[in-house]
């Protein structure tokens, strides 16, 4: 149950009645939206909840969270990239860092630095231009640019003809070669399976042709990912980090010719790389990071000393990039910058492999670099150019992890059917009962909702004519929380059968369907590649630049009264242009979308629902400015509505497209955007009723102890050691534990 935050209701950013009206519900849908709000109106109530409010005006993005935030490689890369920033503050700072390549002045000493440092370091990694549209970025604007995906995008016949052969032949040897319980029970994929994915080309799915890859598209790319992970979620992280995030995709787009003629050839073939980023305490926060790369006095490269934590293949990786610091001095920009590394070369040391809680099979490591030359030529992109790296080859590589959700979702989706089918429990098969229909239905819908989604930015990322680093967030945000949320609905369905492992139901006779292993598997993707916490303040960030880049200034303490006078001037003009058309739209004609049929009411809901979340965060941004960076929990709801908006969309384009060759697909996008519909009133009826302050008080409390006796009558960990293992530079006193895959005999 919700309480409001205040004495009284807030005012409905959609109109000017306290939300929900006296019995605290959300509005009908199909009201009229009434004219936007005065953002003064409610001063007085924003000062009864902030001790100093300030003038209405624009506010800034979202901020930082702890790096635990970030338990994986890939994580680190969108959380140091994208939302460790306080846009309206650091935009002037981090221009110029910017304009001299993204490097910025490094801090006295590595692991110490402030916390603008830390926003101004993220800030200037961001891409910042918008040079071709983007659907998300105008849904959080209000408007509900349908051109942009309708009709639906298609592939190229021979590409599709191409790639369907492949995925054949893959499909083909993952039935009858990979065992993927063995590799759950080992925690190892065998040489030979390195072997045989090898002589598919598998490692060499995303490289060009040029240079002895597949060069498969983004879409059947990641219907390759899901194939490979129904059989072992391990072998699909094992190829998704391989290309997504590892050497391939950041030479394929930065790499100089010479880069890309030297090792991508060998990756191709079926060497392993990895991407390496986190440091024991370095997450979501890359201002921060020790690795250090000196350059050599001779002026021939760079020697690469520290330590690296949670890297995907790394105990495989022949190849390898490393992200580390370069110091500046006087002329050289130095920043932290992106090098391929030889997994053999000298000074490096595999000093573990780290165990999880599912992806058994994973080669994840902690490495570390003593003295390790580099040479020039390996350099990637220029120096102080790592982090805008990592988070350009994210917006298309983050599509892998939720390849591997909707996988999931399938897989869910065969086993609660058929189980649900063939058991019977009071004279009915369990599916019929509500309870389980409710289930059933749940999952069906969102699987279709999550693969929709997925290959409309898989098609828009090939097309390349659209800027998708918001919808490419939303789909792996959106993807990694309701495949969790499949997997755990399918483990009720089970029962007592979906909480017990495969080996255990073999051994009876029965089918070894491991859901409770799936279970673990999914749970690392609320994490990997950005946690869902950094995902929301991400994409909130990307959802107010058109806000910040005509007004920011205004609240920026560092601004002049020259830039604020300018920014206002700006802002007025935006402003008087924008806000008039969040008022009326084409979702309120009932005729609007007709030619959808039965789902063209969803779509006139889409369109007002866009609107009133223009009009929720402008009001937000009027009333808190400079705080609403604090924000967190609000910013995390409009990000989940642009969400189940975007996937909305999706299903009802597809759906229309495919109508008369696949009829049930109507019925699926309808009774997806049903259940959407009521996910989103919930959500705008959490924007202002809610505990987020009464919650934020009580974490006060807890942190200093207040609560301590509630810890009491339980034997909880022992403190002899810190959360966070602190490291020394020099060499390694660890064993060796890097494993070399044998060339085939």
């Known amino acids: 149950m919700t309480t409001t935050q205040n004495s009284r209701p807030a005012p409905d950013p959609a109109g000017g009645a306290p939300a929900g009206g006296p019995t605290g519900r959300a509005a009908p849908i199909d009201d009229p939206a009434p004219a936007v709000p005065d953002p003064a109106a409610d001063v007085t109530e924003a000062a009864a909840m902030d001790p100093a409010p300030a003038t209405p005006g624009p506010a800034a993005g979202a901020t930082t969270t702890d790096e635990a935030t970030a338990a994986t490689t890939t994580t680190t890369t969108t959380a140091a990239t994208a939302t460790a920033t306080d846009a309206a503050e650091a935009t002037a700072d981090a221009a110029a860092i910017d304009a001299a390549g993204g490097a910025g002045a490094l801090p006295t000493e590595a692991g110490q630095v402030s916390e603008k440092e830390a926003r101004q370091v993220a800030e200037a990694a961001r891409e910042s231009a918008w040079d071709r549209p983007s659907f998300g970025k105008e849904l ?69 042709r040029s240079h002895g890859g597949l060069g498969l598209t983004n879409l059947h790319y990641c219907r390759a990912l899901m194939l490979a992970g129904s059989v072992s979620p391990a072998i699909g992280a094992l190829l998704s980090a391989h290309q997504s995030i590892g050497v391939p995709q950041p030479l394929k787009m930065f790499g100089t010719d010479q880069q890309k003629q030297r090792f991508l050839p060998r990756l191709a073939a079926g060497e392993v790389s990895a991407f390496l980023l986190t440091e024991p305490d370095v997450g979501s926060d890359p201002a921060r990071l020790a690795t250090t790369a000196e350059p050599t006095a001779d002026g021939t490269g760079y020697r690469l000393n520290g330590v690296k934590l949670w890297a995907t293949n790394g105990t495989v990786a022949t ?41 058994r099979g994973l080669e994840n490591s902690l490495t570390r670099f003593h003295d390790v030359f580099v040479p020039n030529e390996n350099v990637i992109g220029g120096e102080g150019k790592g982090l805008k790296i990592a988070l350009t080859t994210l917006n298309t590589g983050r599509l892998s992890l939720p390849a591997m959700c909707v996988g999931a979702g399938k897989w869910s989706l065969n086993v609660a059917r058929d189980w649900a089918a063939d058991r019977v429990q009071w004279g009915r098969p369990v599916g019929e009962h509500e309870a389980v229909a409710q289930k059933l239905a749940f999952v069906a819908a969102t699987t279709y909702g999550m693969e929709t989604m997925l290959d409309l930015c898989c098609l828009l990322a090939d097309d390349d004519r659209n800027d998708i680093r918001i919808e490419a967030a939303l789909v792996k945000l959106y993807a990694s929380e309701m495949a969790w949320k499949i997997g755990d609905e399918l483990l009720q369905i089970r029962g007592g059968r979906g909480y017990e492992t495969a080996d255990s139901l073999a051994a009876r006779g029965e089918r070894p369907a491991a859901v409770e292993q799936m279970l673990r598997d999914l749970r690392i993707n609320r994490i990997f590649e950005g946690s869902t916490e950094i995902m929301h303040l991400l994409i909130a960030r990307e959802a107010v630049d058109a806000h910040l880049s005509v007004a920011g200034d205004i609240i920026d303490p560092d601004a002049g009264l020259g830039r604020k006078a300018k920014a206002g001037a700006r802002a007025g003009a935006f402003y008087a242009k924008w806000l008039p058309t969040l008022a009326v739209g ?31 965060t402008f009001y937000a941004m009027s009333r808190w400015q400079g705080k609403m960076e604090r924000k967190q929990a609000f910013l995390g709801r409009v990000v989940d509505i642009g969400a189940e908006l975007f996937a909305m969309s999706a299903v009802c384009v597809r759906a229309y497209a495919e109508k008369d060759t696949r009829p049930e697909n109507v019925e699926l996008a309808d009774l997806f955007c049903r259940q959407a519909r009521l996910r989103v009133d919930a959500l705008f009826t959490g924007l202002w009723a809610n505990t987020d302050s009464v919650d934020v008080a009580a974490a006060k409390r807890i942190l200093d102890g207040r609560y301590a006796a509630l810890e009491d009558g339980v034997v909880t960990p022992p403190a002899d050691l810190p959360w966070v293992a602190g490291w020394t530079p020099g060499p390694s006193i660890a064993q060796d534990v890097r494993r070399r895959i044998p060339r085939p005999e």
């Open 586 to 616: 084409r979702g309120q004609a009932p005729r609007a979308y007709a030619e959808f049929g039965p789902l063209a009411g969803h779509l006139r809901q889409v369109e007002r629902h866009s609107r009133k979340l223009a009009r929720s």
């Open 140 to 208: 959080f604007l209000g408007r509900l640019r349908l051109d942009l995906i309708n009709p639906w995008p298609r592939t190229d016949p021979a590409e599709e003809v191409r790639a369907e052969e492949f995925l054949g032949r893959l499909r083909a040897y993952l039935e009858s070669e990979v065992d993927g319980a063995a590799i759950e029970r080992d925690a190892r994929i065998p040489d030979e399976v390195f072997h045989g994915l090898a002589r598919l080309g598998a490692f060499g799915m995303k490289i060009d």
């Open 319 to 359: 190849l390898l990039v490393v992200m580390a610091r370069v110091p500046a001095t006087e002329g050289r920009r130095g920043g932290i910058t992106a090098f391929v590394v030889d997994g053999d070369a000298e000074g490096i040391t595999v000093e573990r492999r780290n165990e999880f809680t599912g992806l």
